[in-house]
C-alpha cells in the first residue's frame, strides 16, 4: 500500500510568487492534516480536512494561505503571495477513521520550500 | 492550553548505551501521546502512542516509554542504542475533543557514535 506522498520535495521560489503544494494521502484515509515546520522549531497544525470539508483550520496562518481537498481525495496548498517568513518544511498527514482520537496519523516525506 | 517541552534538542550516546529522551506535557484534559521518528529524507514515523491503557507502552525498534501523570511525562527509552538510531526524535499530544490535531514538541536530534 502506497503511502502519503507529497509534490514537489523541495521548491524554492521568489518573495511574492506563488507556490502550490500538492498532497496525495493513503488510499481510504478521511482525515487529512497539513503541518508546517518553520526553522528547526516544532511541528505546528495548519488544518484537518474530513473528506472534502475543513473541519479545522484554526493553524492557518493568514489569507495567503488556502488549502483544498477536491473530492476528498488529494489535497493542495496555495502560497500567495509568499513571504520569507513562510519557508520551511510542509507536512501533511492522513488517518483511517473520523473521530477517533487514538488513530494514527500518517505522514508524508514533506516539502521544503524556500523562499528567497 | 496543551504543551510539549521536550528537553534537550540533542543527545549523544555511545552505541549500546541507555537511550533516555524526555518529554513533558501540559494538558488541562486527559492526553493521547506519541512518540515520532523521522529519519533522513523520510517522513514521520510513528514509534508508539499511549491511549489510555497501560502505561508503560512498547513501541518498533525495541523503544518503549511510561506514562507518568503524576509527573506530566511520557520519556522515550531504550536500553542499548544502535548506530540506526540515529534520528530526530518527536513527542506529541493530542486530546478528545481535539479532532486528532497533534501538539509536537520542538524535537530531539539522536546522535549514535561508535
Known amino acids: 500500500e502506497a503511502g502519503v506522498t507529497q509534490f514537489p520535495s523541495h521548491s524554492v521560489i521568489e518573495k511574492g510568487q506563488t507556490v502550490t503544494l500538492r498532497c496525495d494521502p493513503i488510499?481510504?484515509?478521511?482525515?487529512l492534516y497539513w503541518y508546517r515546520r518553520v526553522m528547526g522549531k516544532e511541528i505546528k497544525f495548519l488544518l484537518h480536512?474530513?473528506?472534502?470539508?475543513?473541519?479545522?483550520e484554526s493553524g492557518m496562518p493568514n489569507n495567503r494561505f488556502l488549502a483544498e481537498r477536491t473530492g476528498g481525495t488529494y489535497s493542495t496548498l496555495k502560497v500567495q503571495p509568499a513571504e520569507l517568513e513562510d519557508s520551511g518544511v510542509y507536512f501533511c498527514?492522513?488517518?483511517?477513521?473520523?473521530?477517533?482520537?487514538?488513530?494514527?496519523?500518517?505522514f508524508g516525506p514533506g516539502t521544503r520550500l524556500t523562499v528567497l | 492550553a496543551q504543551s510539549v517541552t521536550q528537553l534537550g534538542s540533542h543527545v549523544s550516546v555511545s552505541e549500546g548505551a541507555l537511550v533516555l529522551l524526555r518529554c513533558n506535557y501540559s494538558s488541562s484534559v486527559p492526553p493521547y501521546l506519541f512518540w515520532y521518528v523521522q529519519y533522513p529524507n523520510q517522513g514521520l514515523q510513528l514509534l508508539l502512542k499511549y491511549t489510555s491503557a497501560a502505561t508503560l507502552v512498547k513501541g518498533i525498534n525495541g523503544f518503549e516509554a511510561e506514562f507518568k501523570k503524576s509527573e506530566t511525562s511520557f520519556h522515550l527509552t531504550k536500553p542499548s542504542a544502535h548506530m540506526s538510531d540515529a534520528a530526530e526524535y518527536f513527542c506529541?499530544?493530542?486530546?478528545?475533543?481535539?479532532?486528532?490535531?497533534?501538539?509536537f514538541g520542538a524535537g530531539t536530534r539522536l546522535a549514535v557514535h561508535p
Open positions: 506529541a499530544v493530542s486530546f478528545s475533543g481535539g479532532y486528532n490535531k497533534l501538539i
Open positions: 488510499s481510504g484515509h478521511d482525515n
Open positions: 498527514a492522513s488517518s483511517q477513521v473520523v473521530q477517533r482520537v487514538i488513530d494514527t496519523q500518517y
Open positions: 480536512f474530513v473528506k472534502e470539508s475543513k473541519q479545522d
